[in-house]
C-alpha cells in the first residue's frame, strides 16, 4: 500500500485508520533508510551517500540558491552538473564530472574554469605552430594561461627548454607557440605539452 497522505480525516476514529497510519510509518522509514542512516542509529539523518537520478529537465534556480543534478552529459553517460544562482533552462550550468582521459584532453570544474592539455609540434624549419580546437571544443568566453613544458631532447644537449619561448595569439578556440627566432637547433623538430586553463 502507498504513503497515504489523506489520513487522517477529522471524523476517522483510530481503530479504523490504523492498517493506514502503520503504512504511512512504514513508508516513512523506507524513505529514510535510501542513502541514510535510519532511525535510532548514532548517526540517524546522516548521509550513507548521495545518488542523483537523471532528471528529465533541466532545473532552475532563483537568486541565493544553486543546484547540483545529475543529466545526459551528451554522449549518453550520467554526469553531475553544477547550476550557479538565478538560471534558467538551458541556461549557464557545468558539467563536472566528463573528462576526456588521454594524452589529449579536458575537463570543465564547478567553477567553470575548463582545462585542455595536450601535446603537439613545432616541426623543423618552423618557427611556430597554431593550436586550435573544434567550434564545439572551445573555451566559452576566454582562455586565460597557456603553459608550456618542451619534450624534446637532443643527444648531448638535453632538454631544448630554449627553443620554446611564448604562447601567442591566445584565442577562445586556440593559441599559438613559437620557438626562438635565435635557437640554435631549428633544423630539429621540437614537441612540447600544454596545459590551458579558461573559461
Known amino acids: 500500500m502507498p504513503y497515504d497522505e489523506t489520513i487522517p480525516q477529522a471524523g476517522d476514529l483510530l481503530s479504523q ?44 534556480t532563483a537568486a541565493n540558491e544553486v543546484a547540483l ?3 545526459d552529459n551528451g554522449a549518453g ?5 553544477f547550476k550557479p544562482e538565478n538560471q534558467g533552462i538551458g541556461a549557464t550550468e557545468y558539467d563536472f564530472t566528463t573528462a ?21 609540434t613545432i616541426a623543423v624549419g618552423h618557427n611556430s605552430i597554431a593550436v586550435a580546437w573544434a567550434p564545439a571544443d572551445h573555451f566559452p568566453t576566454a582562455i586565460l594561461r597557456v603553459l608550456l613544458t618542451p619534450n624534446t631532447t637532443f643527444a648531448g644537449l638535453g632538454t631544448v627548454e630554449s627553443q620554446i619561448v ?8 586556440g593559441f599559438t607557440v613559437y620557438r ?6 631549428q633544423t ?10 579558461g573559461y
Do not use: M
Not at 38 to 52: E, S, V, Y
Not at 77 to 81: E, I, V, Y
Not at 104 to 114: F, K, R, V, Y
Open 17 to 60: 485508520s490504523q492498517a493506514e497510519l502503520l503504512e504511512n510509518f512504514a513508508q516513512i522509514k523506507t524513505l529514510i533508510d535510501i542513502n541514510h542512516q535510519t532511525f535510532g542509529h548514532a548517526d540517524q539523518g546522516k548521509h550513507l551517500q548521495t545518488t542523483f537520478p537523471v532528471r528529465a529537465a533541466d532545473p532552475v
Open 69 to 71: 543534478y545529475c543529466k
Open 77 to 81: 553517460a550520467a554526469s553531475l552538473f
Open 100 to 120: 576526456t582521459q588521454a594524452v589529449t584532453g579536458e575537463c570543465t570544474l564547478p567553477s567553470g574554469i575548463a582545462l585542455k592539455w595536450g601535446t603537439a
Open 166 to 173: 611564448s604562447a601567442a595569439t591566445k584565442l577562445v578556440s
Open 180 to 185: 626562438s627566432q635565435h635557437a640554435p637547433y
Open 188 to 197: 630539429d623538430a621540437v614537441s612540447f605539452d600544454y596545459l590551458a586553463i
